[in-house]
DNA sequence: TGGATTAAGGTCAGATTCTGACCCGCAGTC
DNA sequence: GACTGCGGGTCAGAATCTGACCTTAATCCA
């Protein structure tokens, strides 16, 4: 690679990373829909028309953010997973950590969350579709290898496989739709605790049929 | 100025910094004729036609820096003019500025030198020539500034004006002279301690003759 | 209801900028 | 004095950017 074409592939990346800073900022300000096309590529400081050289659509700047945001989102994920401790304490960080980047406000959680309410309305391209499913998937996995590890260890009594893959769901569900009903229910202030203590109850529950302690105990 | 439109001036900006950066440090390097335009583009990360997009000829990038460092230059040189001294300390120290921007070997003053000692060689343009002339003469003119103000001051005896411009011209020529002569004479190890001594006695030599002290003690 | 108006996503012809193959004169060689 | 290669400078075409314009859909108002 010689000089001016280093330079040409650099400036190409700065362009389109700035679309992408300058879209995210305006996205979390004011959702998919008020955002203009054309103020994008102003506060990127380019025209409408460059916008379109390095995007096909509005929706695929969206949709890139929205993958970066996972991407991101997952990777945080996986540094809960650490096979030293208990499954159950694991499973309550993996819940915990959810929470809290959630909590946080941080941006690409809140693309993250918007995306999950409004997914259908979003027409997302296959591919970009294809990809944010994939590696939500990968986070949901997660559910599973943590379930694998309290099986192995003998901490959970012997789960069958395909009962593996129902709890995962079950978790991952659990989490999603509590905070969910808590974001539309009771007021603002209460919210983080209600939606704390309500994830720990159902990962309690859940966790508490698969024990083989309780499980003897209840024999 | 909107948002588009700022962005390409600044980039157009930093193209042209980028150019004369680079040519700066390779005509520092080899001098002015081993350097060619193809190695300045390269270094400048574009090609050799955008080069002249940004410059009419490889002199006019030659000028553009010897321009920028005899204005660094002549700013630094505007420093010691301070008209709470006494006028021949002021010379003095007009003189050892001169001597120690040279000495500290920096980019611009040897760009400088060069210029001096092969003015008749470059064909600069007739613009960029009288620019830098007009910069060297307001240096210059600093010394009749000194002088006027030794004389105002009451300790040089009474100058008539046209007496002030030939002794500037005097020690102007003096400095450059004896620093000329200093570079091609003798070895590289006793060069600054030479070229010291050598422009302090000038300088002395010259002065001299205008002290009124000096003048009442003579007749 | 339905025509008018506006607004925003997307398009494209033309402007701007960049590139490197090419031209040409000149210095060095034989 | 013909030959060669080098390097300053040129220019046609490629790459990139711009903003007026097109299209569609939502909203408004008679």
């Not at 990127?44 to 390095?54: D, F, M, T």
């Not at 540094?79 to 915990?96: E, N, V």
Request: hydrophobic content about 40%; charged content about 30%.
């Amino acid at each position: 690679m010689v000089g001016p074409e280093k330079r040409r592939r650099r400036e190409k990346a700065q362009r389109k990373k700035a679309i992408l800073k300058a879209a995210r900022r305006l996205f979390t300000e004011h959702g998919f829909r008020p955002v203009t096309v054309e103020s994008i590529a102003k506060k990127a400081e380019l025209s409408k028309g460059a916008v379109y050289l390095y995007f096909k659509s509005k929706e695929e700047i969206y949709g890139q953010i929205l993958q970066s945001d996972i991407e991101s989102f997952h990777r945080e994920m996986l540094q809960t997973f650490q096979p030293g401790r208990q499954a159950s304490k694991i499973l309550f960080d993996f819940a915990d950590a959810y929470i809290d980047i959630f909590l946080n406000e941080r941006e690409q959680f809140r693309t993250l969350m918007n995306f999950m309410l409004n997914a259908e309305n979003l027409k997302l391209s296959r591919d970009v579709r294809k990809e944010i499913i994939r590696e939500t998937n990968s986070t949901i996995s997660l559910l599973e290898k943590i379930l694998q590890l309290g099986v192995d260890s003998g901490e959970f009594m012997n789960i069958k496989p395909h009962k593996i893959y129902s709890l995962r769901n079950i978790l991952w569900g659990l989490l999603n739709g509590i905070i969910s009903l808590h974001l539309f229910v009771g007021d603002e202030l209460t919210r983080e605790e209600r939606i704390r203590s309500g994830v720990r109850e159902g990962v309690e529950a859940v966790i508490a049929g698969l024990k083989k302690n309780d499980c003897l105990e209840k024999s």
